[in-house]
């Protein structure tokens, strides 16, 4: 199955936290999720439109920041596997592409906080 699913999260609820495993990717259909730092602080809110957890995209990635609803909180959502076999049916090259950008991403955010 390639499809998206939907879930709906409470105010307050954490999504997921730095260091877990990333299984899922995000797009949020109402509602603002907090983007969560390893120190904590919340650096960047996300809403409707928006997606977040592209860290899924990437084979074996890892969160680096936590997730969490701002009210409640509607997404629809697609597991890693799922995303790179969606990715692949469009075009082999998409899945190398993502992960060559998440990377690049990933090592910016990485000078900027580090």
């Known amino acids: 199955m390639t499809e998206f699913e939907t879930i709906t999260f409470e105010s307050g609820q954490r999504i997921f ?25 919340v650096f960047a809110q996300v809403g409707e439109g928006q997606s977040f957890g592209e860290q899924a995209i990437l084979s074996g990635g890892i969160r680096a920041a936590g997730a969490q609803a701002q009210g409640q909180v509607e997404c629809d959502y697609i597991e890693a596997d799922n995303a790179n076999i969606l990715l692949k049916s469009y075009s082999p090259l998409l899945v190398p592409i ?15 906080h580090g």
């Open 17 to 41: 936290n730095a260091g877990d495993n990333a299984d899922k990717l995000y797009i949020i259909k109402s509602g603002v999720v907090e983007l969560i730092g390893g120190n904590g602080q």
């Open 98 to 112: 993502f992960e060559a950008l998440l990377l690049q991403q990933s090592m910016q955010n990485a000078l900027r």
